[in-house]
């Protein structure tokens, strides 16, 4: 008797686990199926128009081609660079006073709500060859060679950066929470030199985190296009610029398509690979 | 915080200093140069401004033409970020429960698709979806729809990161005593999961905020929004009221979250008092 | 610890729940903006945009035509017309310039409401293919035309035409306005007489100096011609172009080349000294001008092409835009709109109302007498060429 209640029970709490489920996952599933499916369907279809053309063509495109591979290289350093520099960044205004703190997260914020095309052409005014950076070397140090950083790979970098760092600082500082203090306590007491606090202590703490916020930082990264163009020199033309380029200029929505539909693949396929990955990590931790 | 500060030993001054200095060259500086061009007397943004001048700002701050759209960018912001983060944590929890790690991958997959396709290619996907759904008048849902969309990756994958690190005992021990499903997402997973989902509601809101490429395929007609003015506005001239408006946007940003942290911290202080 | 985190997590919620105050008031403003019919508050904000930028404007250029007086006598079709009309451009001055010469006299004597609208190129060339949507009326380059002329529904008898396009695009493009291609300099950059013609502007150490480019494929504007011009082309053998030839020339100076990807840019790269010549759209460099500036604008051997105004075939409001294209055809109308943009009229009659002292700075002025007239039709045959070609060239520079 008692055998069959639990089982009546357990069956009741399946039949439950199914109904939270649906409950949480048809909504989105709707969501996703009209918000980006459909208009996915919608572009694989305009990429297929002349059977198949449009994808040769895409791939006999040099000027694809090498985006294709300067685009990921781009998101790559981007991702790693603001991985160390984000991480550091919040562990610092997570433990700095509240002066400090109010200015790391202060400046953080205001740059973040600036709009990113204005944001772009601040960076523009500061790299001119005789913008901003040259007004302040010659004001304060009577330089009057102009400054050789407006489009060049490290007139690039530092703005795009900026731009995605608050996506790795404000999650991973959100994180910070879950760092054990009784932990960090203990270490302390017990002599644990800074490193490997930080090493067995902190970072696992924070690294879903990380980690999350990196894939974000990646996928956003694979997107940029008018950032590299204006700063870096247009040497630095994306697969979202060649993109843009067919649809908007050359009256190629075929190509566009088609372009689009496979850097989604190629975005897809690298997000599957680091998802396997990183799940194997996330054992570890 | 004190223990993270102290962990971090005779290091912390470095990696503050360094932290301070990352700020300064990639937020702090490239912010100074745009305000300060917003304040000149030309017709156009350029630095060093010449003169002083708040006419930019009263163009900004009075007229129809800017101030109408931010309204409406803030309303459609506010919406689509409260659907991003009531569908975006749903599922994140939702994933959670499944049991087939098959089921879950595919789940992640999806959820990032919106940030692979590119936005453009979303803007054609979606304006030929609402020609022929025929949806003339419902074209501001399909716009937030889209952005709603475009917002969801950031919950998603941020909660859901979040979430492996919740110690899955907290379930179990609540289901043992007896809380339903409901009860432990709202009571026990959601207060956890809180500083994470906030940070995802601020991104969501920025990006929806400055979204113009949906924008321009989906509004209808004669209706703008913030980047949308912004984008117009910026064809012929980089005009000063870019610069002013943009550091009103983010002026207005910081004092408000810096002013609640403000309102926080006292209610903090009275609560923790007894 | 947790002082620390309320540090962050309060401000995060107040956000949070400001946001969902903003839902509850924003859903019925929201709905309000979408149920109407036209734009009756949107259209309030376009007027007003307009009569701030006018006086700008006006400050600006001294002279300036009252609009309100030609209203008699272009008469308007019937009193039949209601209703709106969609018009798809890039914004900016242009737009506002619109609004006061033609847009706003238009709006007072048909009560038909001429909406502005950003234009989004891919539907610019969905409706270019004949497929439905909401514009009916779209700023196009004149090669855009010629590629799609089975699909643009051609001008009424009544609507003028203008005579200052191509004879076979006169039935299908109206409110035309010509643009410069240029070089522009600061006088002072040049004191003993700046560069003339494109020889010039790829002669770096005759006038030695950054030159600014277009950093877009998009953009390649006139470039690829201006290199073979000044590389001893003649100008009727400019197309098919050789490509070789005129990159090599553009490689003659690719260490001296900064480029742009907007054109406002322009403004920037020449005002703060960046560059010492700068080659671009008149538009850039005239408006500078009329703003006080002291720039010089070469127009010798400037090209100069017509952007146009086109009706789709299946345009929402085709008697409206008819009517408003008949409007816009009067030249005196178009003399105030030449004004107040530097961009030349597309009626020749336009000319006896625009003051000589104008005259400098638009580039079809008649004084201006060596320019050379874009070859629309060649362009049109080879634009995704061209592009591909200008951007495969600056993937290799910069």
């Known amino acids: ?285 | ?274 | 610890m947790s002082t620390n985190h309320y540090r962050l997590i309060k401000p995060l919620r107040a956000l949070a729940l400001a946001s969902a105050a903003a839902l509850a008031f924003g859903l019925g403003g929201c709905g309000g903006d979408s149920d109407q019919p036209s734009t009756s508050a949107s259209g309030g904000a376009t007027t007003e945009t307009a009569s701030s930028e006018t006086a700008e404007a006006s400050a600006t250029t001294e002279t300036t035509a009252p609009a309100a007086t030609t209203e008699e006598t272009t008469e308007v079709a019937g009193p039949e017309l209601s209703g709106q009309i969609i018009w798809a451009d890039y914004g900016g001055a242009t737009n506002a310039a619109r609004q006061a010469a033609y847009f706003d006299s238009f709006q007072a004597a048909t009560g038909v409401e001429v909406v502005s609208a950003a234009l989004e190129a891919t539907i610019m060339y969905s409706m270019l293919e004949g497929q439905a949507g909401d514009y009916d009326a779209m700023h196009v380059g004149l090669p855009d035309v010629y590629n799609s002329l089975e699909h643009i529904i051609p001008l009424d008898a009544a609507v003028p035409r203008d005579d200052n396009l191509p004879a076979e695009a006169q039935d299908y493009a109206f409110g035309s306005f010509a643009v410069g291609q240029v070089m522009a300099y600061l006088p002072d950059t040049f004191p003993d007489g700046g560069p003339q013609g494109w020889a010039d502007f790829f002669d770096t150490e005759k006038f030695p100096g950054k030159r600014a480019l277009p950093g877009s494929g998009a953009m390649n504007g006139l470039v690829l011609e201006a290199a073979l011009l000044a590389d001893g082309v003649a100008a009727d053998e400019l197309y098919p172009i050789d490509y070789d030839r005129a990159i090599a020339k553009l490689n003659s100076i690719a260490g001296d080349v900064v480029f742009f990807t907007e054109y406002p840019q322009l403004q920037q790269l020449l005002l703060s000294g960046s560059v010492a010549v700068a080659y671009g759209p008149s538009g850039q460099f005239t408006s500078l001008i009329a703003q006080g500036e002291s720039v010089t604008v070469c127009w010798d051997q400037a090209f100069y092409s017509f952007n146009t105004i086109t009706i789709p075939e299946k345009a929402p409001n085709p008697a409206n835009i008819q009517a408003l294209a008949a409007w816009m055809g009067d030249p005196e109308r178009q003399a105030d709109f030449a004004q107040r943009t530097f961009y030349g009229p597309g009626s020749a009659a336009a000319w006896d109302y625009i003051p000589e002292d104008v005259w400098d700075n638009i580039v079809t002025a008649p004084s201006h007498t060596n320019l050379i007239l874009e070859d629309s039709k060649s362009r049109a045959t080879y634009n995704e060429e061209m592009i591909n070609a200008y951007a495969e060239w600056l993937t290799t520079v910069g």
């Not at chain 1, 694809?64 to 350093?77: K, N, S, Y």
């Not at chain 1, 994306?238 to 649809?247: A, C, F, K, R």
């Not at chain 2, 102290?6 to 490239?30: D, N, Y």
């Open chain 2, 1 to 274: 915080m004190t223990a993270l500060r102290e962990s971090l030993g005779k290091s912390g001054w470095a990696v503050r200093l360094a932290a301070g200095l990352a700020a300064f060259i990639l937020f702090a500086v490239p912010a100074l140069v745009l305000v300060a061009t917003s304040w000149t007397e030309q017709r156009f943004a350029l630095f060093p401004p010449k003169g002083f001048t708040l006419e930019w700002f009263g163009e900004v701050l009075t007229s129809k033409k800017w101030l109408q759209p931010f309204g409406r960018s803030a309303t459609v912001a506010a919406i689509g970020t409260a659907l991003a983060v009531i569908l975006g944590v749903a599922a994140a929890i939702g994933v959670s429960r499944l049991r087939s790690s098959r089921a879950a991958r595919a789940w992640r997959t999806v959820m990032i698709l919106p940030l692979a396709v590119p936005p453009i290619a979303l803007g054609v996907g979606l304006y030929n979806m609402g020609r022929w759904l025929n949806l003339s008048d419902g074209r501001m849902a399909l716009l937030i729809l889209g952005q709603m969309i475009s917002a969801l990756p950031f919950v998603f994958v941020l909660v859901a990161g979040a979430i492996t690190r919740l110690d899955p005992n907290l379930h179990k021990a609540a289901q043992t005593l007896g809380a339903n499903s409901w009860l432990i997402i709202r009571k026990v997973e959601l207060p956890l999961l809180g500083p994470t989902i906030l940070a995802a509601a601020v991104f969501a809101f920025v990006v929806i905020f400055d979204e113009v490429v949906l924008a321009v395929f989906l509004l209808p007609p004669g209706v703008e929004t913030l980047p949308v003015t912004m984008l117009r506005a910026s064809q012929e001239t980089m005009t000063p009221a870019l610069t002013a408006a943009s550091t009103v946007v983010s002026l207005l940003a910081v004092l408000l979250l810096g002013g609640s942290q403000m309102v926080g911290r006292g209610k903090k202080g009275g609560a923790d008092a007894p």
């Open chain 1, 1 to 285: 008797m008692a055998g069959a209640d639990k089982g009546v029970v357990a069956k009741a709490q399946a039949g439950r686990g199914t109904v939270e489920k649906g409950v949480l996952l048809l909504p989105v599933a709707v969501a996703l199926v009209a918000g980006v499916l459909v208009p996915l369907v919608v572009i694989v279809v305009a990429s297929l128009q002349d059977g198949g053309g449009a994808y040769r063509e895409t791939f006999s495109s040099s000027l694809f081609r090498a985006a294709l591979g300067r685009t990921w290289w781009m998101a790559v350093i981007i991702t790693l660079g603001d991985v160390l520099i984000g991480t550091f960044y919040a562990l610092a205004a997570a433990s700095a006073r509240r002066g400090l703190q109010a200015l790391l997260l202060g400046a953080l914020m205001f740059s973040m709500w600036t709009s990113v095309m204005v944001r772009s052409f601040g960076w523009m005014l500061l790299e001119l060859p005789k913008g901003a950076l040259y007004w302040l070397a010659h004001t304060f140090f009577g330089r009057s060679e102009p400054i050789e950083l407006y489009q060049t790979v490290g007139g690039m970098y530092p703005a795009m950066f900026a731009m995605m760092l608050p996506f790795i600082v404000l999650p991973v500082l959100a994180a910070t929470r879950n760092v054990d203090a009784d932990q960090l306590k203990a270490a302390r007491t017990f002599g644990a030199s800074t490193w490997l606090t930080l090493r067995t202590v902190t970072l696992p703490a924070i690294r879903p985190a990380i980690v999350s916020a990196g894939v974000l930082v990646f996928v956003m990264s694979l997107g940029f296009y008018v950032t590299p163009l204006l700063l870096g020199g247009p040497s630095n033309l994306t697969v979202s610029g060649v993109i843009n380029l067919e649809m908007r200029s050359a009256n190629r929505p075929d190509l566009g398509a088609s372009m689009s539909v496979i850097l989604t693949t190629a975005t897809v396929v690298v997000y599957l690979v680091s998802d396997r990955f990183f799940r194997v990590s996330e054992k570890w931790g």
